[in-house]
């Protein structure tokens, strides 16, 4: 099946700072890729949208300026959260869909979980 | 509104059958997944059904309703490694994905 890579899987960072996030599609085209947010004990909360070459629809509440996508290209997209704050600390997963099958599946990457001290 | 329900919690035996029901009521209709989840771990893909009926996958079944709203995962010949959250996400008419919160499967020896 299709592999989605996910970088890194784990990272711990100051308040503060800015943490950057990279989905990778291996071995397909991503037209399409989503962010997620999963807080413990809770389902996965969609974030934003990414659509390869345009800017990424977010999901309401979530703060574009805070959480910058770039999908540059077709097997990349990239989640930064800026001036991170613990309340920030979360697992962060992207998933992408295959434009070519379009089965209507999604595969997802490994998630980063993110620690802000 | 968009909802997903599922059982919170499940218990079960090793070997045997357990059904992880789940029902939706979403803005259109494109597909039914189940993933399954370890704690800590990114959801892995178990299913798709897109059509009315059954789809068996080794141990795993999965079976769709639409004029119900509803679904079921069944998993057969229980194993300890089955101890996971069971999540049952729909794609609506905007192909976003509506994720349920999840059935926490536990196998007792």
């Known amino acids: 099946g299709a592999v989605v890579s996910q970088h890194p899987s784990r990272v711990i960072c100051k308040s503060g700072t800015s943490v950057k996030i990279e989905c990778r599609s291996l071995?397909?085209?991503?037209?399409?890729m989503f962010w997620y947010r999963q807080f413990p004990k809770q389902s996965l909360m969609l974030m934003a949208t990414?659509?390869?070459?345009?800017?990424?629809?977010?999901e309401q509440g979530v703060e574009k300026d805070k959480f910058l996508i770039n999908h540059a290209s077709l097997t990349l997209s990239t989640l930064t959260v800026t001036s991170a704050h613990p309340e920030d600390s979360s697992f962060y997963i992207c998933?992408?869909?295959?434009?070519?099958?379009?089965?209507?599946?999604?595969?997802f990457g490994e998630g980063s979980r993110l620690t802000v001290l | 509104g968009q909802n997903i329900d599922q059982p919170t919690e499940m218990t079960a035996t090793e070997g045997a059958i357990v059904q992880i029901n789940c029902t939706y009521q979403?803005?259109?209709?494109?597909?039914l997944f189940w993933y399954q989840q370890h704690a800590g771990e990114a959801p892995t893909f178990l299913s798709y059904?897109?059509l009315d009926g059954l789809e068996e996958k080794g141990r795993f079944s999965s079976f769709l309703s639409r004029s119900k709203g509803y679904s079921y995962l069944l998993l057969k010949e229980l194993q300890m490694k089955d101890s996971a959250s069971y999540l049952c996400?729909?794609?609506?008419?905007?192909?976003?994905?509506?994720w349920g919160a999840g059935t926490k499967l536990i196998i007792k020896p």
């Open positions: 998933s992408a869909r295959d434009g070519r099958r379009d089965t209507g599946e999604l595969f």
């Open positions: 071995d397909f085209q991503a037209t399409t």
């Open positions: 990414s659509n390869e070459g345009s800017k990424a629809t977010y």
């Open positions: 979403t803005s259109g209709f494109n597909g």
């Open positions: 059904n897109v």
């Open positions: 996400a729909v794609m609506d008419s905007n192909y976003q994905l509506i």
